[in-house]
């Protein structure tokens, strides 16, 4: 069959690819075919027949929504009797419809009644009937309103939901013309809906409409529309923000671009109301006897200045360190970090990376020359194997999980491995419930089978594996150690289930990987993902499209923070800091004499706090990170804040770390700003400035620039940011090839080595990034952990993340869109420890480790197996790292806040 074929619409020839659907060709060639129940996202439905043609042999009337175009058709769009059946199709639905509109949606119906010249009542055939028929309306969600008199039952909504989402939350209730949308069981407010607002940006007669901003939305149209990226997770959607009055008003997600395609979670869409929070920082403060009163820039930049020089001469720049933000953009950091090796004169620069995915980064650049995904998300809709381990992807990247549960749809089975229930497990084929602690040996086992079962790929493995079988057989020595019966007692999961993971795994032609912080957040996080690239490489399920490994970055620019340099190891571009020839090449760029850039691995995250707790590091700048409530020890970390002679925070609100500061810095949100992102598939995006900043709040990346030029370390006279990108991609190889005039309408994945280089969607399909350019095995022993459960403390927590919170709250706590689905800290305790402990459901308890205590409140769930316990981190009332400790991965140097020993008590009430 050919690929491309030519088809006639009204006597004009296209050219089209076979198999497309009719209507959207047509609308690809501007031949405007009306429809109301058609999305190009959807599958079809022929429902409201307005998009009927005539196709030559063919009976009747056809909806071309419903027809694939063949070579040689000829389909007739127009004419006298098409546009008159259409006229009474029209007219027909309106006599059911409540055509009362406004300008707070839009309104597809409304346009077509307008075409079509049936806005007067005079001029339609049908009475109307709407107000008879009592439709029901479900006002009951957080963040939507259904109204049945304005729903045409085009099916939309639902597929979205379905086909889109993959939630299946919204079916019709009722028969016939009186047929309405419910979700749930009914009462939309008590369904399994979690707010995502598919339905919403789908809805073609605002029948579905949002709650938030409807008054001001409803009195006129917004002043502008801006595209930009999400300020929350690693996904990187592109929205679409409009603007009322210096103030956002609706998000909506971008059509027809990756990497969402149009999709968003609920605080893609809904999380933008903490930009205009009054709650935001307007002006620099100083504290002054121990309260903080505002000052002007002048005298805080000065101070700033003054202070850093001071300690920087008398104890050297080592004494001195820095905190970025995987909440800023690429310039922004990229500033930041320079001014770090610049003013400072050291590589203690580090970010919360290093609390979330360093372990992963450590382990893939070892083995694989990479740290970063290799592969692209809609990549998961095609896959034949989906393992996702240690990632509660619906809540943590949701809209990844849209393309997951598309490709487990299709046909891919999905394996989960996970210590606790996920939302995810629902469509999984397998849900392997490994105990805490316990994944390198579950991963050595499923080796094991791979290799007992001559499912390996030897031609890979010879080929592509440095060392080639003689490596192999190393891993194959440690793999015997390892069979099923042997692991199922260390972990807890079935013998079967470890050979049946195994199985799908190796035997699928292209199999992917998705990671997440369940992994790499122990002190044995590296080892983890050792085993699992080892599994990765001996099957060959990395470099060729579709297969690979990928780990979904938290938090929205944790990729990009490293890929400009962040990191106490690398300059941007992961060019070691200990690499001479790049720190000349660095040092010309940046004018900066070689000699003033030091050389020396700098201190990384966690242990600049031990630093600043030995009296070793005496000043600190951070911007947009709140290691009060995000490091390991909540006590150790406040007394290294304390015990430092200077702290600066650049924040947008008060947090518990903007506390301890002696100068707050007031920062800018995403919105406010100019800039670059990069995504979990490496996929740089433009930030557009959609507001302006509140107050006397400057560019986070300008005062930056200007405490540098104080300190004697002038920068360059960036003009705009688009300058500071042109000096990233000149020092950063794997963007040389990217500037802000490719990067207006979609985003492009590194490596982009120049600029006719169209980006890289899959990495290693020739070569590993290695010196030899072959993939290392690192073959691991499982190691038990040195926490334990004891009589004392006879639970073991874990933590993570929630869908209606983020991070540390900063900014999703302040939507009521958000908070109206959660607020409360919570911890989850099997039921039979909560009998054990005669503990009832949704008591207010105690929660007690070695290293602190918290508050919190109960919930009972089979979600966690017994003895174990999980905790959202999200809470500052309920801070999770009160009760972590800071032991950390030799390797990567990530602390284990997946696993700590504690004692749960009931308060006294």
């Known amino acids: 069959m050919k690929d491309f074929i030519t088809i006639k619409i009204d006597g004009k020839e ?14 690809q060639h501007n031949i405007q075919i009306p429809s109301l129940c058609y999305h190009r996202k959807l599958s079809p439905t022929g429902a409201c027949r307005l998009c009927i043609t005539k196709v030559k042999n063919m009976p009747g009337l056809v909806a071309a929504c419903t027809v694939t175009v063949e070579d040689g058709m000829e389909v007739t769009a127009f004419d006298a009797e098409l546009e008159e059946t259409r006229r009474y199709l029209l007219d027909y639905l309106l006599s059911e419809h409540n055509e009362a509109s406004d300008s707070s949606y839009d309104d597809e ?26 439709y029901p309306q479900d006002d009951s969600s957080p963040i939507l309103t259904y109204d049945a008199s304005k729903c045409i039952k085009c099916f939309r909504c639902i597929k979205a939901c379905d086909e889109v989402q993959g939630k299946n939350v919204l079916s019709f209730a009722s028969r016939g013309i009186t047929s309405y949308v419910i979700g749930g069981l009914g009462v939309w407010g008590e369904s399994e809906c979690d707010g ?43 929205i679409e923000l409009q603007i009322k009055g210096n103030r956002i008003v609706r998000a909506n997600g971008v059509e027809g671009l990756k990497p969402n395609d149009g999709r968003l979670c609920i605080k893609g869409r809904f999380g933008y109301e903490f930009v205009g929070s009054p709650d935001r920082l307007t002006s620099p403060m100083i504290k002054r006897s121990g309260e903080f009163v505002e000052a002007d820039w002048d005298e805080v930049l000065e101070l700033i200045a003054s202070k850093f020089s001071a300690i920087k001469k008398e104890y050297g720049g080592d004494a001195l360190a820095g905190y970025a933000s995987a909440k800023c953009t690429n310039e922004d950091n990229y500033i930041f970090q320079k001014f770090i090796r610049t003013a400072f004169g050291t590589n203690n620069v580090d970010y919360c990376t290093r609390l979330c995915h360093a372990s992963t980064v450590t382990a893939m650049l070892r083995a694989l020359g990479d740290g970063a995904g290799s592969n692209s998300i809609e990549d998961y809709v095609s896959a034949d194997c989906i393992l996702v381990i240690g990632n509660n992807m619906i809540e943590t990247h949701p809209v990844t999980a849209t393309y997951v549960k598309k490709g487990a749809g299709n046909g891919a089975k999905l394996i989960i491995i996970d210590p606790k229930w996920t939302p995810l497990v629902k469509n999984a084929d397998l849900w392997l419930q490994p105990r805490l602690g316990t994944d390198v040996a579950l991963l050595n086992g499923l080796i ?55 199985r ?71 060019i070691p800091v200990t690499d001479d020839e790049n720190r000349r090449k660095v040092a010309a760029v940046w004018s900066s004499p070689y000699e003033a850039l030091s050389g020396r691995i700098g201190l990384t995250t966690v242990e600049i706090m031990q630093a600043a707790h030995r009296g070793e590091i005496r000043g600190m700048y951070i911007m947009g990170e709140n290691p009060m409530l995000t490091d390991p020890n909540q ?3 406040r007394e290294a804040l304390e015990r430092m002679e200077f ?9 518990e ?75 950063t190889p794997i963007m040389a090839g990217i500037s802000y005039d490719r990067l207006e309408e979609e985003g492009i994945q590194w490596p982009c080595p120049d600029k006719d280089h169209p980006g890289t969607g899959t990495l290693f399909l020739d070569r590993f990034n290695t010196p030899g350019g072959k993939a290392v095995l690192h073959p691991v022993d499982y190691t038990p952990q040195t926490e334990k459960a004891t009589a004392d403390h006879p639970l073991l927590l874990n933590t993570g993340r929630i869908l209606y919170q983020y991070h540390t709250c900063t900014m999703s706590r302040r939507n009521k869109a958000l908070t109206d689905f959660a607020n409360q800290s919570y911890v989850l305790m099997h039921p039979d420890d909560a009998t054990k402990l005669d503990l009832e459901d949704e008591v207010q308890v105690k929660v007690v480790s070695r290293q602190g205590e918290i508050r919190t409140t109960l919930r009972i769930s089979e979600e966690v197996l017994p003895g174990e316990l999980f905790m959202p981190f999200h809470f500052g009332e309920s801070p999770v790292n009160a009760l972590t400790r800071h032991e950390l991965d030799p390797h990567s140097k990530i602390a284990p806040f997946k696993l700590t020993a504690c004692r749960v008590e009931k308060l006294d009430s």
């Not at 296209?14 to 609308?27: K, P, W």
């Not at 702290?647 to 947090?655: N, R």
Request: proline share 6%; glycine share 8%; hydrophobic share 40%.
């Open 635 to 637: 006590r150790h970390v």
């Open 196 to 238: 995502c607002g598919e339905c919403i940006q789908l809805c073609p007669t605002g029948a579905i409409v949002e709650k938030p901003n409807r008054k001001l939305l409803s009195a006129a149209v917004p002043d502008k529309y801006v595209n930009t990226i999400c300020p929350y997770c690693g996904v990187g959607c592109l």
């Open 14 to 27: 296209i050219n089209a690819r076979a198999g497309e659907n009719l209507l959207e060709v047509a609308r």
């Open 657 to 731: 770390t903007t506390e301890l500061a002696d100068v707050i810095v007031p920062g800018t949100a995403f919105a406010e700003k100019n800039g670059t992102f990069v995504n979990s598939d490496r996929r740089l995006g433009r930030v557009r400035r959609a507001v302006d900043p509140p107050g006397k709040a400057r560019q986070d990346w300008k005062v930056l620039w200007e405490i540098a030029a104080r300190m004697g370390h002038p920068m360059n006279d960036y003009r705009d940011e688009s300058k500071i990108f042109d000096e990233i991609a000149a020092v």
């Open 647 to 655: 702290v600066v925070v650049q924040d947008i609100f008060l947090t």
């Open 448 to 502: 094991h089978v791979i290799i007992e079962e001559n499912r390996f790929d030897r031609d890979f493995i010879i080929n592509r594996i440095q060392g080639g079988l003689e490596a192999f057989d190393e891993l194959r020595q440690l793999a015997a150690n390892y069979p099923p019966d042997q692991v199922s007692a260390i972990t807890g999961v079935k013998p079967d289930q470890i050979t049946a993971a195994a």
């Open 109 to 134: 119906f409304k346009a077509l009644v307008a075409r079509y010249d049936l806005t007067d009542p005079a001029r339609r055939q049908f009475p109307s009937l709407w107000e008879s028929l009592e």
């Open 504 to 574: 799908y795994y190796a035997g699928a032609s292209r199999a992917l990987i998705a990671t997440g912080m369940g992994i790499s957040q122990q002190v044995t996080g590296t080892h983890t993902v050792f085993s699992l690239i080892n599994m990765c490489l001996i099957t060959g399920q990395i470099g060729k499209v579709g297969a690979g490994i990928n780990p979904p970055r938290g938090q929205n620019n944790v990729q990009g923070a490293s890929d400009v340099g962040c990191s106490p190891l690398i300059y941007p571009g992961y």
